[in-house]
């Protein structure tokens, strides 16, 4: 079975510009969530979309917003990218959702933005 | 609201002695609480969870942990090392928003 995939696996960009992130979750998985490590700060909750839908996010501003498609599958936009948006953003997925309990979280590799 | 805190930011331990990673947490309810490693440049890898029920739960490479609500505690063991494990190793507990709250990471060196 295969895990959940991120691409690209790096992206340069620089500062003003605009990135986006694609993750395709486990088959059957419903439910995408997105995370920033970034260097200093750890793990920080970005978005949870589930059955197209955003359901919660984190304390980050608008200019970081997805979307979910039919498949499941998620894009992570970040807009007007400033210095601190490097990271490895990672995304997860999981069963769990609006009705069911809290699940695993399955992560992909990951995705490292460096802005310049 | 919620958080976790993981006290040992770098650990170093001789390969084939037992292991202790501490984990504490902050939540009101009972805690959904996980246990995730990371190797450099990779994603996180589940190595066991708690949701209810036996205390005591196994997880996958030889961890296992202990939940112990008294002390808010959500401690990661193994008996005894091997130098592959080392790595990033994270505590996190998920809330009613269905994020998990990560640690800061503890760092695990395997000596010869």
């Known amino acids: 079975e295969a895990g959940v995939t991120q691409s690209p696996t790096h992206l340069i960009k620089t500062r003003g510009q605009q990135a986006t992130l694609r993750c395709s979750p486990i088959s059957g998985h419903t439910s995408v969530y997105w995370y920033q490590q970034a260097l200093g700060l750890g793990l920080q909750f970005l978005l949870w979309?589930?059955?197209?839908?955003?359901?919660n996010r984190g304390n980050f501003p608008p200019r970081f917003s997805g979307r979910q498609f039919p498949n499941y599958s998620s894009e992570l936009n970040v807009n007007a990218l400033e210095l601190e948006d490097s990271a490895l953003y990672l995304c997860?997925?999981?069963?769990?959702?609006?009705?069911?309990?809290?699940?695993?979280?399955?992560f992909g590799p990951g995705t490292r933005l460096t802005v310049t | 609201a919620q958080s976790v805190t993981q006290p040992d930011i770098h650990i170093t331990v001789s390969e084939g002695a037992s292991l202790e990673l501490r984990c504490n947490y902050s939540y009101g309810a009972t805690p959904y609480l996980f246990w995730y490693v990371q190797s450099p440049g990779q994603g996180l890898q589940l190595l066991l969870k708690y949701f209810s029920g036996d205390t005591l739960v196994q997880g996958i490479k030889g961890f296992e942990a202990e939940f112990k609500r008294s002390q808010s505690s959500f401690n990661l063991r193994k008996p005894s090392v091997h130098w592959s494990d080392a790595a990033e190793y994270f505590c996190a507990v998920g809330d009613s928003g269905y994020a998990l709250n990560f640690g800061k990471g503890t760092s695990l060196l395997v000596t010869p």
């Open positions: 997860a997925s999981s069963l769990a959702g609006q009705a069911k309990p809290l699940g695993e979280q399955y």
């Open positions: 979309y589930d059955e197209g839908e955003e359901r």
